[in-house]
């Protein structure tokens, strides 16, 4: 690596991180209740000091934890889907790729109709996320072992199983709550976040981002021909199985508290690395920043733009899908190095 390029490098991480803390302080600030920078810190530090007691109840219990969640959901849906095109080998495969996403719904959708409780809904799509990934496993194996062809043929079969099973529970769910509350989840929002929600799904979140970032020299000899990562001494059966199990702890809880978040796990990693480089090394945590940054601004607009708060996908989607098009065109499906 020349002189000039660990230069640019530094320079982004520091741009990057400037930018993720600007743009978490104006979270905090904007919305439909808009509170001054200043108020904020005294929200913090001195609330006694302010005389709206409204202020540090919002602040406290409602920005912040939603702010956190925000960034943590962001940087895990963007680190899983870079380390699943990092296997796969294509810029094209998002997090959706192996069921989880599409299990997760499931288990919201089935705990919304039948337990009808919050820890109950997010523990139902935890455990159907992580089913689905275990049957996209199970279809995949063959003779004792799973290729890259038959994961993604596996998972597009469990995705069709477990999206239909949402169709069913849609079906029979009660059209005055059951129906809009499965409907609004599918479609993503962080309105649940709470210190609860927090403490309940960060640590999962964190702890599988440090091992995805622990493996990222091995995530750059998967990205080679499997002759050539077996021939360098790497074990593809075992990290394959590590890097999907971290990946599927990632979805399986930001799905559970966020719903579904379109393109995050595409757009972000591939953005991040046309300006990084494949290097996993530096687009591992790139993707971290970016897809933090990406959530929260993308959550920010959504929940201050209109009256009512607009689905996170929407947003994603309309932003995403412009980008998704110049990917495919300029890419057609390759990794580039």
């Known amino acids: 690596m020349t002189i000039e390029r660990r230069k640019f490098l530094k320079k982004f991480y520091l741009v990057s991180i400037i930018a993720l803390f600007v743009f978490m302080v104006a979270a905090i600030c904007i919305g439909r209740y808009t509170i001054a920078p200043l108020d904020v810190l005294n929200s913090l530090f001195n609330p006694t000091s302010i005389s709206d007691p409204t202020v540090p109840v919002v602040v406290q219990e409602v920005r912040i934890p939603r702010v956190l969640l925000a960034v943590v959901v962001g940087a895990g849906i963007a680190v899983a889907g870079a380390s699943l095109q990092a296997?796969?080998?294509?810029?094209?495969?998002?997090?959706?790729?192996?069921?989880?996403?599409?299990?997760?719904?499931?288990?919201?959708?089935?705990?919304?109709?039948?337990?009808?409780?919050?820890?109950?809904?997010?523990?139902?799509?935890?455990?159907?996320?992580?089913?689905?990934?275990?049957?996209?496993?199970?279809?995949?194996?063959?003779?004792?072992?799973?290729?890259?062809?038959?994961?993604?043929?596996?998972?597009?079969?469990?995705?069709?199983?477990?999206?239909?099973?949402?169709?069913?529970?849609?079906?029979?769910?009660?059209?005055?709550?059951?129906?809009?509350?499965?409907?609004?989840?599918?479609?993503?929002?962080?309105?649940?976040?709470?210190?609860?929600?927090?403490?309940?799904?960060?640590?999962?979140?964190?702890?599988?981002?440090?091992?995805?970032?622990?493996?990222?020299?091995?995530?750059?000899?998967?990205?080679?021909?499997?002759?050539?990562?077996?021939?360098?001494?790497?074990?593809?059966?075992?990290?394959?199985?590590?890097?999907?199990?971290?990946?599927?702890?990632?979805?399986?809880?930001?799905?559970?508290?966020?719903?579904?978040?379109?393109?995050?796990?595409?757009?972000?990693?591939?953005?991040?690395?046309m300006i990084v480089g494949t290097d996993n090394k530096h687009l591992i945590p790139a993707t971290m920043i970016m897809g933090a940054i990406f959530v929260l601004i993308t959550d920010t607009l959504a929940r201050s733009l209109t009256g009512s708060e607009i689905p996170l996908s929407i947003l994603s989607s309309l932003l995403g899908v412009p980008f998704f098009i110049y990917l495919l065109r300029r890419t057609g499906g390759v990794l580039d190095d």
């Not at 989880?100 to 109709?113: E, R």
């Not at 309105?191 to 091992?211: N, V």
């Open 87 to 273: 296997i796969f080998g294509n810029p094209l495969v998002s997090e959706e790729i192996l069921g989880v996403s599409s299990g997760a719904s499931f288990g919201a959708a089935l705990g919304i109709v039948t337990i009808g409780t919050t820890l109950g809904t997010q523990t139902s799509a935890v455990f159907f996320g992580f089913a689905a990934m275990y049957l996209t496993y199970i279809i995949a194996r063959r003779r004792g072992r799973v290729t890259v062809l038959m994961l993604v043929l596996a998972g597009i079969i469990t995705s069709s199983v477990f999206g239909s099973g949402v169709s069913l529970l849609k079906y029979f769910a009660d059209p005055r709550n059951e129906l809009p509350a499965i409907t609004f989840w599918l479609m993503g929002s962080l309105a649940s976040a709470s210190k609860e929600t927090i403490f309940r799904t960060m640590p999962s979140i964190i702890i599988s981002l440090f091992f995805l970032y622990r493996y990222r020299w091995q995530l750059n000899l998967l990205s080679l021909e499997e002759d050539e990562a077996v021939s360098l001494g790497v074990n593809i059966k075992k990290m394959r199985v590590i890097i999907i199990f971290f990946t599927t702890v990632i979805v399986a809880a930001a799905v559970s508290i966020a719903g579904v978040i379109s393109f995050v796990g595409l757009i972000v990693p591939h953005f991040t690395r």
